[in-house]
Nanobody, 116 residues
Framework: QRQLVESGGGLVQPGGSLRLSCAAS????????MGWYRQVLGAQRELVAV???????DYADSVKGRFTISGGNAKNTVYLQMNSLKPEDTAVYYC??????????WGQGTPVTVSA
């Protein structure tokens, strides 16, 4: 069964850091891109960062200079290093994976709370 498993969310004070991880499991997954969205209750899901199979990255303006997305040494793994966190970064963070052929895969979501 193909799935994305996320980890690393939690509670952190403003100015702190967290690192989110996302790993895909299952067979015959050919990755085009992986990345992260976030969603606040009652709002639309927002794209945070993208990591393409070729290594290119892209970020939402709101996180540029603070968040870094990277691919792991393990195949089909992606990380999101979040520094200088702000209360407005509070959301549920969802990992996604775009396959060359097939549907987008989604993780189950991991909550991030930035609060004093």
């Amino acid at each position: 069964q193909r799935q994305l498993v996320e980890s690393g969310g939690g509670l952190v004070q403003p100015g702190g850091s967290l690192r989110l991880s996302c790993a895909a499991s299952g067979s015959n997954i050919v990755v085009d891109a992986m990345g992260w969205y976030r969603q606040v209750l009652g709002a639309q899901r927002e794209l945070v960062a993208v990591f393409s199979a070729g290594g290119a990255t892209d970020y939402a303006d709101s996180v540029k200079g603070r968040f870094t997305i990277s691919g792991g040494n393990a195949k089909n793994t992606v990380y999101l290093q979040m520094n200088s966190l702000k209360p407005e970064d509070t959301a549920v963070y969802y990992c996604y994976l775009d396959q060359l052929i097939g549907r987008r895969m989604w993780g189950q979501g991991t909550p991030v709370t930035v609060s004093a």
